[in-house]
Nanobody
Framework: QVQLVESGGGLVQAGGSLRLSCAAS????????MGWFRQAPGKERDFVAS????????YYPDSVKGRFTISRDNAKNMVYLQMNSLKPEDTAVYYC????????????????WGKGTLVTVSS
């Protein structure tokens, strides 16, 4: 069992930056592919970023590519999401995710979820 706790959300103006953190406990993260998803009110939970267990392979959808960067520190059992050039459409609850699969592309791939952290981007 893996417990995930997100932090770092908040209110930021358009064009600003935020760094989200995900702390894991229960089991070491080094064997899991990790990811971030987001869910805006009334919308589905969407894939934002993923990183392989070794940290060498990352994936992003076009909507955030070039603006968001996922990273991990297996020694600290931490995963991060650096978000730059934020837009109002990035407003959502952001969820940390873990899976034993090689890659995360949809919510169906996820084994463990955090409870989320709210990011609000004002225009």
């Amino acid at each position: 069992q893996v417990q995930l706790v997100e932090s770092g959300g908040g209110l930021v103006q358009a064009g600003g930056s935020l760094r989200l953190s995900c702390a894991a406990s229960g089991r070491t993260l080094s064997s899991y592919t990790m990811g971030w998803f987001r869910q805006a009110p009334g919308k589905e939970r969407d894939f934002v970023a993923s990183i392989s267990s070794s940290g060498t392979i990352t994936y992003y959808p076009d909507s955030v590519k070039g603006r968001f960067t996922i990273s991990r520190d297996n020694a600290k059992n931490m995963v991060y999401l650096q978000m730059n050039s934020l837009k109002p459409e990035d407003t959502a609850v952001y969820y940390c995710a873990a899976t034993g699969r090689v890659r995360i592309t949809t919510a169906n791939d996820v084994y463990y979820w955090g409870k989320g952290t709210l990011v609000t981007v004002s225009s």
